[in-house]
C-alpha cells in the first residue's frame, strides 16, 4: 500500500510540482481515505471518471430537483478521488488521464448547461463554460511541452466552479434573487484565472 507521503509526492509532482498545504492538504488527506475504500471495494479509477461524468449529465437533466444538488456533490467527489485512487493503487496512464481531461470539459458542459435552465443568462453560462475550457487546455498544452512548475492555482479552479453550481441550485430552489449577478461576477474571476495561466505560460515559452 502506498504511504501518504509517498501519495501527497506523486500528487504534486502530477500537478507541476504544487504545494501541498492548506486547504489542498486537507482536500488530499479526505481523497487518501477515500482511495484506499475505492481500493478495497476494487473499483477502478476510470469507473470513478465515468462516475463523475454520469452524475455530471444527471445534474442537467434534472436541474429544478433537488437530488441535481446531490448530483453536484457526486460529480465533483468522484472526479476529485479518481486521480488520487490511480495514484494510490499506482495505476496512472495516459489513457486515464485523456479520459479524465474529456469527462471533465463534458461535466462542465452539463452544469453550464443546468446553470441555463435555472435562470443563468445564455451568454454567461457559456462564458464560464468557455472560460473554465481555455484554462484548462492552456494548462494542457503547456504540461505537453514540458513546462514546469505549473503548479499556478487561481480563484476559480473546478471545485470553485462544481461550488458555484452547487450554491445557484441550492439559492434557485430558495428563490433567492440575484443569482445571474453572482454567476457573471464569477465569470470575471474565470477569465482572470484563465489569463494568469496564459501569462505565466507566456513567461516560460518565450
Do not use: C
Not at 441555463?116 to 463554460?129: D, F, K, R, T
Not at 433567492?176 to 496564459?198: E, K, R, S, T
Amino acid at each position: 500500500m502506498i504511504t501518504k507521503k509517498e501519495f501527497y509526492k506523486r500528487w504534486s509532482e502530477l500537478h507541476g510540482n504544487a504545494e501541498i498545504a492548506g486547504i489542498v492538504h486537507a482536500w488530499l488527506a479526505i481523497s487518501y481515505r477515500f482511495a484506499l475504500i475505492a481500493t478495497l471495494l476494487r473499483i477502478s479509477p476510470n469507473v470513478l471518471t465515468l462516475l463523475g461524468l454520469i452524475s455530471a449529465i444527471g445534474t442537467a437533466l434534472i436541474p429544478h430537483s433537488y437530488w441535481a444538488i446531490a448530483l453536484v456533490v457526486l460529480s465533483l467527489l468522484f472526479d476529485g478521488i479518481d486521480g488520487s485512487v490511480a495514484i494510490f493503487q499506482r495505476r496512472e496512464s495516459a489513457w486515464g488521464a485523456i479520459l479524465d481531461s474529456v469527462a471533465d470539459r463534458i461535466s462542465e458542459a452539463a452544469w453550464a448547461y443546468a446553470l441555463y435552465q435555472v435562470g443563468i443568462p445564455l451568454e454567461i453560462a457559456v462564458g464560464l463554460w468557455l472560460a473554465a475550457s481555455v484554462q484548462e487546455y492552456a494548462r494542457a498544452r503547456l504540461a505537453a511541452f514540458e513546462v514546469k512548475d505549473l503548479g499556478i492555482v487561481t480563484f476559480a479552479e473546478r471545485p470553485m466552479r462544481a461550488s458555484l453550481l452547487f450554491i445557484i441550485l441550492i439559492a434557485w430552489q430558495l428563490d433567492i434573487p440575484g443569482l445571474a449577478a453572482v454567476a457573471g461576477a464569477f465569470l470575471v474571476l474565470q477569465v482572470i484565472g484563465a489569463l494568469q495561466v496564459m501569462r505565466f505560460g507566456y513567461k516560460q515559452l518565450r
